[in-house]
Every structure is written in C-alpha cells, then in structure tokens.
C-alpha cells in the first residue's frame, strides 16, 4: 500500500472512530509505528487529524451533515443536468454493462440512459431506488435493483446483501456520484455504509467515471471512499475550481467541463 493511501485510510479511521492509536494502526496496516507517527505528522500539518499523545483524534474539518432527496435535487440542478449529457460520452458498447450509483447527480443520467437507443441493449445495476423504478417505468428489461436495505435519507440501498452481490459483478463503467473531493481525502460521503457499496462499484468496473458539481470540489466528507488515483474520469460543470482541475490532469485523470 502506497503512503498517500494509507492515510486517506487512516484519516477515514479516525474521522469515523473519533480516535486512534499509533500501535494499532501499525498492526492494522503492518508497517512500525515510526512510519504511523509520521503519517500523523503529515496529516495533521494538512489538518485532517490533530496529533495527540499516542495517536490522533478527529479534526473538526470533515462535515456530516446530510441533505434530503429533494434539497440535493435542487442543488446546481442546471449543473447535475449538463454534467448528466457530458456521462452519455462514457456509455459502454452495445451489450456492455454498468453500474449506477445513487444520488442525485446520476439521477439525470438515468433519464438520458431510458431515452437511448441502445437503452435495452445495456445490463444496468444499481442500488437507487428512484432510479430502478425509473429504469423500470421506461421498459428497461435489465435493470438489476441491489437489495438490502434502504436509507431513508438518500433512497440509497446499502448493506451485507449488496455488497455480497457487487463482489460477484463486474461492469465496464461505474457512474459514480459524490457529496465530495479533494486531492488529500478523496471521494467522500457522509455515511460509511452508503460508502462501502460506493468502493465496491469501483473495485468492479473497468472504468471509473465520477460525477461531481463544482460544489463539492474542495469539500471533505467524513468517510472516503476512493482515493483520486482510483478514478478515471471527473465530469464536473465550468465553476470546477481550476487548481483542482489542473491537479486532476496532472495525475493523468481524464477531466470534462460539462458546459
């Protein structure tokens, strides 16, 4: 494991933990504690964590809260709408397969997906309610609806079954959706079992294509769960900060302005 990514990984622990400590997470990550204490030196001088006696405890900087359905749809609603037209260019073949995260940015998306012609010729899976039951309303025959349960807040379905399920796929893109992204944390989201399901698309897809409004570029949520070398596209709208932007091509991430 590569030092960058060992600390999004510890910088996710501790977010989520509140707390950690140096001997655990060297047994955790099977490197010396010296090699941890400088990997909390790193982070805290970036002020993901704050150095404390023996470890580290959660930085104030990570946000939590979440937004319902219908306020993030409102949300660079125009945005969402471009970057969804920007998505058609990454479509697989004919008979290819994808997956489809949930979230409102990819709910446009699924939209544009049922008016294609080549919509039934497509195998889609997704763990968005809203967007099966649009899929499905349009006449999509293979659309593959995760099961598990289902979070109120997001509609999103998340849990052992679908995780279990997604280890078993594998799609030649994953659409994927974030609450946010910085070059230190990554992909993240608010909620670690909606971000578990979110990796696991990832892990199995040929081609990584993530779907993020210029509003959460720069934003930390408190659980990551892809680092910036594990994606291949970010479709983004023209407010994308250009350092962002630049830094992204820099490390040979493909970058769409969505106009």
Same mark, same amino acid.
């Given at each position: 494991?590569?030092?960058?990514?060992?600390?999004?990984?510890?910088?996710?622990?501790?977010?989520?933990?509140?707390? %950690?400590?140096?001997?655990?997470?060297?047994?955790?990550?099977?490197?010396?504690?010296?090699?941890?204490?400088?990997?909390?030196?790193?982070?805290?001088?970036?002020?993901?964590?704050?150095?404390?006696? /023996?470890?580290?405890?959660?930085?104030?900087?990570?946000?939590?809260?979440?937004?319902?359905?219908?306020?993030?749809?409102?949300?660079?609603?125009?945005?969402?709408?471009?970057?969804?037209?920007?998505?058609?260019?990454?479509?697989?073949?004919?008979?290819?397969?994808?997956?489809?995260?949930?979230?409102?940015?990819?709910?446009?998306?699924?939209?544009?997906?049922?008016?294609?012609?080549?919509?039934?010729?497509?195998?889609? %899976?997704?763990?968005?309610?809203?967007?099966?039951?649009?899929?499905?309303?349009?006449?999509?025959?293979?659309?593959?609806?995760?099961?598990?349960?289902?979070?109120?807040?997001?509609?999103?379905?998340? /849990?052992?079954?679908?995780?279990?399920?997604?280890?078993?796929?594998?799609?030649?893109?994953?659409?994927?959706?974030?609450?946010?992204?910085?070059?230190?944390?990554?992909?993240?989201?608010?909620?670690?079992?909606?971000?578990?399901?979110?990796?696991?698309?990832?892990?199995?897809?040929?081609?990584?294509?993530?779907?993020?409004?210029?509003?959460?570029?720069?934003?930390?949520?408190?659980?990551?769960?892809?680092?910036?070398?594990?994606?291949?596209?970010?479709?983004?709208?023209?407010?994308?900060?250009?350092?962002? %932007?630049?830094?992204?091509?820099?490390?040979?991430?493909?970058?769409?302005?969505?106009?």
């Amino acid at each position: 494991m590569y030092a960058e990514e060992r600390r999004r990984q510890i910088a996710s622990l501790t977010a989520i933990e509140g707390r %950690v400590n140096v001997t655990e997470l060297a047994a955790r990550f099977d490197v010396t504690a010296e090699t941890i204490r400088r990997d909390l030196a790193v982070l805290d001088n970036e002020g993901t964590v704050h150095r404390v006696h /023996g470890g580290a405890v959660a930085s104030q900087n990570f946000q939590t809260a979440e937004l319902t359905v219908d306020a993030r749809a409102k949300s660079a609603s125009s945005a969402k709408s471009a970057i969804a037209r920007a998505a058609l260019d990454f479509l697989p073949a004919a008979q290819g397969g994808m997956f489809l995260d949930a979230g409102t940015t990819l709910a446009p998306l699924a939209e544009l997906i049922a008016d294609h012609p080549n919509a039934r010729q497509w195998s889609i %899976v997704t763990n968005c309610l809203p967007i099966a039951m649009s899929l499905a309303s349009a006449g999509l025959d293979e659309v593959q609806l995760l099961g598990g349960s289902v979070r109120a807040i997001t509609q999103a379905v998340v /849990g052992d079954t679908a995780l279990r399920t997604l280890a078993l796929m594998r799609a030649d893109v994953a659409f994927i959706g974030t609450n946010a992204l910085t070059l230190d944390h990554g992909l993240s989201t608010a909620d670690s079992q909606e971000a578990a399901v979110k990796r696991a698309m990832i892990i199995n897809a040929r081609k990584v294509v993530v779907l993020c409004d210029a509003t959460k570029m720069g934003c930390d949520y408190l659980v990551s769960f892809a680092g910036i070398d594990d994606i291949d596209v970010v479709i983004t709208d023209s407010g994308a900060p250009q350092s962002i %932007v630049d830094s992204l091509r820099d490390r040979e991430i493909q970058v769409v302005i969505a106009q």
